[in-house]
């Protein structure tokens, strides 16, 4: 009589590997787009400390203000913050999706190695003169 498996453990397990693959993308996808955020605004800082040094002091401010806006010290720490708080965010979101990546990979092998509790796919016999080796063909 042939005896059944249960490979619903197994198949499940395989399923969290991809969701938890999936969110791994999420992670890495929010890292990027967060780093692309702290490099513009770290752009934007230094793009007002150029502008604001190379500003002549001698001139008035509605004179020059016309050439490019004036930007307070404020904006530029401001802008200076946001890169800052950004590139933490992107650098822990990469680190998480890194991490989330490799449960979901232990996940995936762990559900899709190779069955054990099941015969294997050939057969060897004894016959006369030698043996006869059988491999198990399925289409």
């Known amino acids: 009589s042939a005896s059944f498996t249960e490979t619903a453990p197994r198949e499940a397990t395989e399923k969290r590997g991809f969701y938890v693959l999936g969110a791994s993308a999420v992670l890495l996808l929010g890292g990027y787009i967060t780093s692309t955020i702290s490099r513009d605004a770290a752009d934007e800082a230094r793009d007002i400390n150029r502008v604001e040094r190379a500003r002549d002091p001698l001139r008035p401010l509605s004179e020059t203000g016309a050439i490019a806006p004036v930007r307070t010290r404020a904006d530029f720490e ?52 030698g043996v006869f080796v059988a491999k198990e063909i399925a289409w």
Request: avoid cysteine; glycine fraction near 10%.
């Open 78 to 129: 401001d802008a200076r913050d946001k890169a800052s708080r950004f590139a933490i965010i992107s650098d822990v979101a990469y680190a998480a999706g890194l991490v989330t990546a490799g449960v979901g990979a232990y996940f995936l092998y762990k559900g899709a190695r190779e069955r054990t509790d099941v015969p294997p796919p050939f057969a060897v016999a004894p016959t006369r003169g």
